[in-house]
């Protein structure tokens, strides 16, 4: 039977916002020596700005065209962001035979035309000579045509509590905080420092990321718990792999919040360690 104290525990979690789908989580909570997070939209806001247009043989307007109708059915923050600087409507007449790759990007024909947008893996992947952007932030590769298009800078933001969220977590005794990303090196290691976080791993594939998520597995012992903290689709896997899998409630996909055990209704990192408090406060009681 369970204690009573666990329901105690679960309704002081979700006053606070933070849905514990059963008390067995809690109990990993209180052991959990390990997080590892996503990092768009869980540790940064998810909200992509373009910045920057580099276009190459096409005017700057074209170029933005052909990205923007190409990811019109992406629902990728990416691709919101793209979707959003076009803002125009888009005229479903215009696209036809989108494909969503998985940590690349998308490919669909635009007025007649194949169009590809992307990060460099995708434009390997594709055979198409590109110019490197070395810029600083996230960058979208274009190509139409099988020829190379042009790149767009996006840019994204930490979350307000991040920074705090990790020091939380580092401060209730939890020992490796961990980012994993698709995101390229540059991106991914700027927001690992300004966050500090012990350890980064970059230009990951989804499924990439379980096996990260495997091996820090391995290299734990006996009670040792471990979280992961994520948002979207591709997340979903990770999420049901790690001990604790926790997404974020409002932003999130159904699937990752689906897949998971705890829920943070408000999308604030900084609640997973008051979460760990809750539980432990919980299990002082019960143990
Ligand atoms: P993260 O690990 O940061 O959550 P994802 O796994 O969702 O990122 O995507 C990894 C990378 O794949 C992105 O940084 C981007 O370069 C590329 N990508 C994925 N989907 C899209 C898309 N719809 N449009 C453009 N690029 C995309
Ligand atoms: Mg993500």
Do not use: W
């Amino acid at each position: 039977s369970i204690p009573l104290s666990f329901f105690g525990g679960i309704g002081g979690a979700s006053k606070c916002g933070i849905l514990v789908k059963g008390s067995n989580y809690l109990e990993a909570l209180a052991d959990m020596t390990t997080i590892v997070f996503d990092k768009t939209g869980t540790l940064t806001k998810g909200v992509f700005k373009v910045t920057n247009l580099y276009p190459a043989g096409m005017k700057k307007e074209e170029l933005l065209q052909y990205a923007a109708l190409a990811e019109s059915y992406s629902d990728h923050p990416i691709s919101l962001s793209l979707k959003e600087a076009y803002g125009r409507k888009m005229d479903a007449e215009r696209i036809g035979e989108v494909e969503e790759i998985p940590g690349h990007g998308v490919s669909a024909v635009v007025d007649g035309h194949r169009v590809l947008a992307g990060n460099l893996k995708l434009m390997k992947r594709m055979d198409i000579p590109y110019e490197e952007n070395s810029v600083s932030g996230t960058v979208v590769y274009v190509a139409v045509d099988d020829k190379f298009a042009g790149s767009i800078v996006i840019a994204d933001e930490v979350k307000e509590d991040a920074k705090a969220a990790i020091a939380a977590l580092n401060e209730a005794g939890v020992r490796k905080t961990v980012m994993l990303t698709g995101d390229r090196r540059e991106v991914g290691e700027e927001v690992a420092s300004k966050l500090g976080l012990d350890q980064v791993y970059t230009e990951l594939l989804p499924g990439d990321k379980v096996d990260k998520v495997e091996e820090l597995l391995q290299n734990m012992n006996g009670r040792e718990q471990l979280a992961f903290v994520g948002d979207g689709i591709n997340d979903a896997p990770v999420l049901s792999r790690a001990d604790i899998g926790i997404a974020m409630g409002a932003m999130g996909s159904d699937a990752a919040i689906e897949a998971a055990d705890i829920v943070l209704m408000d999308d604030e990192p900084s609640k997973i360690a008051v979460a760990v408090r809750i539980a432990r406060k919980t299990l002082r009681i019960v143990r």
